[in-house]
């Protein structure tokens, strides 16, 4: 079986024993994303905004589904992999902070309500 590794140029690099993804035949498996951009720098606001950040006109041709940092960064990794979001089966998500379920949740559903599996938990020492 042959397993590669799968860095998207689109986000941050991350050191090189870590890797945006694994991909196996038929699979692939993302490693957790947040709220940053290309250069490593946290989206302004609160978890709205790190959900959700609408791209500006240089990204315009991105779908407004497409328009989420987390998810974004995550899409961007599906893409290196040849892959895309109709494929996605399960999305695990892990909140620093349980009181922003409701506004991350709001905000998750107006981006991704095509999912149909998803956990969220708390990532909260």
């Given amino acids: 079986m042959s397993v590669e590794k ?12 870590l890797s945006h993804a ?6 692939i498996f993302i490693s ?3 709220p940053v951009d290309i250069e490593g ?3 302004p606001g609160g978890i709205q905004e790190h959900t959700v950040r609408l791209e500006d006109s240089f990204n315009a041709y991105l779908s407004w589904l497409s328009q989420a940092q987390c998810i974004f960064n995550l899409g961007n990794v599906l893409e290196a ?3 895309s979001w109709d494929k996605v089966v399960k999305v695990n998500i892990y909140l620093k902070n349980m009181d922003h379920f409701v ?12 999912l149909s599996s998803r956990i969220t ?5």
């Fill in 32 to 34: 957790g994303q947040v």
């Fill in 81 to 83: 992999a040849g892959s």
């Fill in 103 to 114: 506004s991350m949740n709001e905000t998750y559903e107006k981006v991704r309500s095509l």
């Fill in 121 to 125: 938990s708390s990532a909260d020492n």
């Fill in 41 to 43: 720098a946290v989206v």
């Fill in 22 to 27: 694994t991909k196996v035949p038929g699979l």
């Fill in 6 to 17: 799968i860095n998207s140029p689109k986000n941050r690099a991350v050191p090189q024993i």
